[in-house]
């Protein structure tokens, strides 16, 4: 048991720090979002508060999956030496810092754009990616609302990458923040980068909520998470969705749509 115990205790505490997390990351854009006036989620109140507490409903499910193989892998890390995540800081561990924060961005981008293109067929979308398109459309609360198959997918990539590829825990902390901020931030229901940005390099390169949020109008484009590299490879970007501009929310009036790279 003494063993054991660590892993138990360090796997809850993970879970815990998972939900917490959610609400403060989802919670905090959604703050910020309706102190700019915007509605994110549809227009119906009614509709809005149902779907809303749907969407923590499935959040928390999906933190509590999302702990425990996260919880595994700290607990390997820390207790028994099982990960390759690096506490020391030399000259070899400095110089691979960035790099291993690049790899990993890319490591999930590609699993999460194949696993995701392959949860819009059609069947396993019925069974599995349904619940988190019913967010029609989705809000900040909505970045972990998934079924826990899709869960479960989501949660298994990045602890199976710390127990092959070395990467320091601080950076890993840098690859889980991208993660969360942006999870949420492409769902929240406006853009928060200027225009310039999202119709620049930038914005040909990295994905942002306008990009994300043609996905939840289509379906069948935009499958990235952090890069549009597989989707303009693929032939699946179908460029950005129309938000009426900077810091604004898509009940306002609209303009042009923005167009793709």
Request: with cysteine.
């Amino acid at each position: 048991m003494d063993f054991y115990l660590p892993l138990i205790i360090g796997t809850a505490q993970t879970m815990l720090i998972v939900i917490v997390r959610y609400f403060a990351a989802s919670g905090g854009f959604a703050l910020w979002t309706a102190r700019r006036g915007i509605i994110a989620g549809p227009a119906d109140p009614i509709r809005r508060r149902r779907q809303v507490s749907a969407e923590i409903r499935w959040s928390i499910l999906s933190a509590l999956i999302y702990g425990l193989p996260a919880g595994l892998m700290l607990a390997g890390w820390r207790f028994y030496g099982l990960t390759a995540i690096r506490s020391d800081f030399g000259l070899g561990m400095a110089l691979w810092w960035l790099p291993s924060i690049a790899l990993y961005l890319f490591l999930h981008d590609s699993w999460f754009y194949w696993t995701h293109r392959w949860m819009h067929g059609p069947r396993l979308f019925a069974r599995v990616h349904a619940v988190h398109h019913a967010s029609k459309p989705p809000t900040a609360w909505a970045a972990m609302s998934f079924s826990p198959l899709e869960a479960l997918s989501g949660a298994l990539l990045i602890p199976v990458l710390a127990c092959l590829i070395p990467i320091h825990w601080s950076a890993l902390g840098v690859v889980l923040t991208i993660a969360t901020v942006m999870g949420v931030t492409n769902h929240m229901g406006w853009e928060m980068f200027p225009a310039r940005w999202v119709n620049g390099a930038f914005g040909r390169h990295i994905i942002t909520a306008s990009h994300h949020e043609e996905h939840h109008k289509r379906y069948n484009c935009n499958y990235g998470l952090y890069f549009r590299f597989w989707d303009q490879r693929c032939g699946t970007d179908r460029g950005l969705a129309s938000f009426p501009g900077p810091a604004m929310g898509r009940h306002a009036p609209e303009l042009t749509a923005s167009s793709a790279a």
